[in-house]
């Protein structure tokens, strides 16, 4: 069974190492309970959209740039080889722009 909880964890902690910090270091600048975060990077506990915007900033990461490698690896597990564009689509952003204007 595919959990997305999992592969989120998995991408997190991906850019966490890549970039060569601690998980304690993380957790501080997100305002996240060390013991919360691990749980989340194994897995274990689902992530909620403000927590995760949180890790992602203290990050330095776009959220979308987690939420994509994250559907590109379930698109791998689920066997879809080429699941999204490379570029968001004209329809998309005509459609989100007016949204994002009013925050």
């Known amino acids: 069974m595919i959990l997305v909880r999992q592969e989120i ?4 902690r991906d850019f966490r190492q890549q970039q ?6 993380v957790a501080s600048k997100a305002s996240v309970a060390l013991g919360y975060l691990s749980e989340v ?3 274990q506990k689902e992530v909620s959209s403000e ?3 949180s890790v992602t900033d203290a990050l ?9 490698r994250v559907g590109d690896r379930l698109a791998v597990l689920e066997g879809i ?3 999204f ?3 968001v689509p004209d329809e998309l952003v005509a459609e989100v722009e007016p949204e994002l ?3």
């Not at 330095?60 to 994509?68: D, I, K, L, Y």
């Open 60 to 68: 330095g990461v776009p959220m979308s740039a987690v939420m994509r």
């Open 41 to 43: 990077e194994r897995g």
């Open 20 to 25: 060569g910090q601690t998980l304690r270091q």
């Open 101 to 103: 204007s009013l925050r």
């Open 9 to 12: 964890g998995d991408v997190l």
């Open 81 to 83: 080889e080429s699941p």
């Open 85 to 87: 564009p490379d570029v």
């Open 51 to 53: 927590i995760l915007a």
